[in-house]
C-alpha cells in the first residue's frame, strides 16, 4: 500500500527529521523517507503519494529525469511542498533553481546563495486569511523564526505569512524596535492540478527558532526511527496544515 506522503531531507530520521516526522506521525500521515545524503529512487515515483515533501535534500540527488517525473506528478494532482533550508531552494547547495522546479513552485529563486540568517527579531507576519493558518494565533501570540530562504512570490500566487526583520537596541532602560526588511514566508499556488507551496524557513533548529515551541499546549510524539520530539501544538498544526493543503486533504 502507498504511503500518504514521500519526505526528503533534513539530514536523517533520527536527527534533523525527527520533528517533521513526528508532525506526521501525531496526524497519522504514513510516509516514506530519504536522508539527505542518499539518492533519489526511480521507483518511488511509481507510488501513489498526495504529497512530496521537500526539505534539506539537494538537488544534485536526482537526476534530471527523476525531476522532470516529480514534474509531471505534480501536474497530474500529487502537492509538493519545500520548507527551507541550506540544501533547499538555491541555499548554499540546494540549487533548484536551476532544475524544472523553479516552473513548479509558487516563487522565483534567487541566482545564488539566498540564505538569510538574521540575530534579531524576526516575526511572522500574517498577510490573508487562508485555511493553512485558520484559528491560530498569529494576531495574539506572533512566533519568531531565526532564518530563511529569500525568495519572491511569484504572481498569482498567495503569499500567506511573511517575516519581518526588527533592528533591536537598548538605551536608558527601553528597548526600540525598527523596522527592516519584510520577505515571503509562506506562499501557496498550483502547477497544474497540483497544489504547490515554499516555506521560507526551516522546520527544525536552528531557523525555525521559537517557532518549534509557538502553542498554548505541549506536545510530544515520535515516528518510528526517529527520536521524540516536545514541541507546541500551533507549531505542529501549521506544518499539519500545509501538508494537508499540498495533500488535498480536509484541514
Request: glycine fraction near 10%.
Amino acid at each position: 500500500m502507498s504511503k500518504d506522503a514521500l519526505y526528503l531531507g533534513d539530514t536523517k530520521l533520527d536527527q534533523a527529521a525527527s520533528y517533521l516526522a513526528g508532525v506526521l506521525a501525531y496526524y497519522d500521515v504514513s510516509f516514506d523517507y530519504l536522508a539527505s545524503d542518499e539518492r533519489f529512487e526511480s521507483s518511488l515515483l511509481n507510488n501513489s503519494y498526495k504529497a512530496i515533501i521537500i526539505s534539506d535534500y539537494p538537488a544534485a540527488n536526482f537526476s534530471e529525469a527523476q525531476i522532470s517525473g516529480i514534474v509531471e506528478r505534480v501536474k497530474n494532482g500529487t502537492g509538493l511542498l519545500m520548507i527551507g533550508g541550506w540544501e533547499s531552494f538555491t541555499g548554499l547547495d540546494g540549487r533548484y533553481n536551476e532544475t524544472l522546479l523553479k516552473d513548479v513552485l509558487p516563487v522565483i529563486m534567487q541566482d545564488s546563495d539566498d540564505r538569510i540568517n538574521y540575530s534579531g527579531p524576526c516575526l511572522v507576519e500574517k498577510n490573508c486569511e487562508h485555511e493553512i493558518v485558520a484559528g491560530l494565533a498569529f494576531g495574539s501570540d506572533v512566533p519568531v523564526i531565526g532564518g530563511f530562504n529569500e525568495f519572491k512570490a511569484k504572481q498569482g500566487s498567495t503569499t500567506i505569512l511573511s517575516s519581518r526583520r526588527f533592528k533591536a537596541s537598548y538605551n536608558d532602560g527601553e528597548f526600540k524596535f525598527i523596522k527592516q526588511q519584510t520577505s515571503p514566508l509562506l506562499v501557496a499556488g498550483y502547477y497544474g492540478k497540483g497544489n504547490v507551496i515554499a516555506f521560507a524557513s526551516d522546520v527544525a533548529p536552528h531557523w525555525v527558532g521559537p517557532l518549534i515551541d509557538w502553542g498554548d499546549e505541549r506536545i510530544t510524539a515520535r515516528a518510528d526511527g526517529a527520536e521524540q520530539i516536545e514541541v507546541g501544538n500551533w507549531y505542529t498544526l501549521l506544518f499539519a496544515n500545509m501538508i494537508r493543503w499540498v495533500g488535498k486533504e480536509k484541514i
